[in-house]
């Protein structure tokens, strides 16, 4: 008995209008939108790429014994160079390139909506916000993408940070500027490296860097705040909860980070170790703020407890002792890359070109559900949508083999464990290619 279409979910997203009616599916548009910084965008429709058919998307219920498996039900290519990174904007994922290229791709058909991207160097980095998406690249700067509410629904690239306004206005102070190598300076609100990690919190937005500094800038005028000398080596990944932002660094540290009274100075409210002489990947933060986990160039995912209520209520003045350390875990045989989480489930993709799927258990302790192989290269970035389908989770993988993959993964509840029947997706879309 055939249960209701993936496609009849309710999913949206808050800046995207919807594709417009179209001609044939054999269609071409040939018009260019000109970006502020006189570049142009080539728009392509969704109808100029083969796409899944949506209806064959669809669930059905099929026995199984013990814990289902996860299914892969799609291998999404047309990457030039290798997967960086991806974001969830809505109903669509964006994932990006060593290759300088962003695709949109639209939920649950998979298929191309549209491609933008500009700039010198790889997309290490993109987080949405509102109506505008933004990209750290390579060549040390942060560009804005906001949505074009033309016909073609292209991305318009709007700024680039820092902004013209703010560098003029601090260009001419030599007092502005800082030394970055030897004979060589830069002012104070540029990287003077590959920004490799963004986040957003509390009406700002954090970059870290492999120059080994955490820049703060304010989301409604992009105008540069602060710069942090926050760590001794390159800065990996950066994650914001409850009005914390952890960064984590090559230097084997994740550093906590809180905003003054005026979020224009940030204090180090901690230091979470790892083991010596190994590099931190990747960091994460339960959705409560009371978990802490980060990924090694060792294989290790090391979790730490956020104890700051207890110890305000005790009056413990140290601002380490906030955090101590519940789990080691050694997840992989080669280095943690990146890692994502959605409810108690815990994500890891590795330089051996697995994942791991994880149950976060009691006291911050990971078990080990299911490993899913299939990427010919190192996973380099995950991304699980919120979106239940069929009793499980959709998840993204994009890797150094220059493609994005699309698995299911089930809950692993104890009721799947009881009963005979689960819910499970068709294998119409198992190991589907589509390229954009």
């Given at each position: ?9 309710s999913?949206?997203i808050?800046f ?7 001609s044939s ?12 910084d006189?570049?142009?965008i080539?728009?392509f429709?969704?109808?100029r ?7 064959k998307?669809?669930?059905s219920?099929i026995?199984?014994s ?5 299914r892969s ?7 030039i ?7 969830l ?7 990006a ?12 058909d998979?298929r191309?909506?549209?491609?933008f991207g500009?700039g ?11 109506d ?7 060549d040390?700067?942060?560009?804005v993408?906001k949505?074009?509410?033309s ?24 007092s ?7 004979h060589?300076k830069?002012?104070?609100i540029?990287?003077a ?9 509390n ?9 080994k ?7 409604s005028?992009?105008?540069c705040?602060e ?7 390159a800065i990996n ?10 960064s984590?660094?090559?230097d084997?540290k ?5 905003p ?6 940030h204090?180090?409210?901690g ?9 931190f990947n990747?960091?994460l933060?339960s ?5 802490v986990?980060?990924?090694g160039?060792d ?5 730490w ?12 003045s140290?601002?380490n002792?906030?955090?101590s350390?519940?789990s080691e875990t ?11 989480l959605?409810?108690?489930f815990?994500f890891?993709?590795?330089a051996?070109?697995s994942?791991v ?11 080990k ?6 990427h010919?290269?190192?996973v380099?970035c995950?991304?699980?949508s919120?979106?239940r389908v ?5 998840l993204?993988?994009g890797?150094?083999?220059?493609s994005?993959?699309?698995w ?8 799947t ?11 119409s ?8």
């Open positions: 008995m055939m249960v209701s279409s993936v496609s009849k979910s999913l949206s808050p995207l209008p919807p594709p417009p009616p179209s599916p054999s269609s071409t548009s040939d018009s260019i939108s000109d970006t502020d006189g570049s142009s080539s728009p429709s969704s109808n790429f083969d796409s899944l058919d949506v209806k998307f669809q669930l219920s026995p199984v013990g814990f289902s498996s996860h039900l799609a291998v999404l290519s047309g990457h160079g290798s997967v960086s990174c991806l974001a904007c809505g109903e669509f994922i964006l994932s390139s060593q290759g300088k290229d962003i695709i949109v791709w639209q939920q649950p998979l191309v909506f549209t491609k500009q010198d160097g790889s997309v290490k980095a993109l987080v949405s916000v509102g505008k998406v933004f990209t750290a690249h390579q040390s700067r942060i560009r993408w949505v074009s509410r016909s073609e629904n292209v991305f318009r690239l709007v700024d680039s940070l820092p902004t013209t306004k703010d560098y003029l206005g601090k260009f001419m102070k030599q502005n500027y800082v030394q970055t190598r030897r060589h830069k002012l104070w540029e990287h490296d590959s920004i490799s990690c963004l986040t957003v919190c009406g700002l937005i954090y970059s870290g860097s492999w120059d500094t955490l820049k703060v800038w304010k989301l005028d992009l105008k705040l710069s942090i000398k926050a760590h001794d080596d990944g950066v994650v914001s909860c409850k009005g914390i932002v952890y984590a660094s090559a084997g994740i550093k906590a980070w809180t003054g009274k005026e979020k224009k100075t204090c180090l409210k230091i979470l170790e790892g083991h010596k002489d190994v590099s990747s960091v933060v959705d409560d703020g009371k978990w986990y980060g990924g160039s294989g290790y995912i090391m979790g407890e956020n104890n700051s209520n207890n110890n305000s209520n005790s009056g413990n140290s601002a002792s906030n955090w350390l519940v050694k997840a992989h045989e080669m280095a943690v890359l990146c890692m994502c959605i409810g108690e815990l890891s993709g590795s051996d070109k994942i799927v994880w149950r976060r258990e009691a006291f911050g302790k990971l078990s559900l299911e490993v899913i192989n299939g010919e290269g190192p380099k995950l991304q699980a919120f979106d069929g009793g499980g989770f959709l993204y993988s890797s150094l083999d220059k994005l993959r699309v299911w993964v089930p809950k692993y509840s104890d009721e464990q009881d009963k005979s029947t689960t819910i499970i997706p068709t294998s879309l198992n190991n589907k290619t589509i390229v954009g």
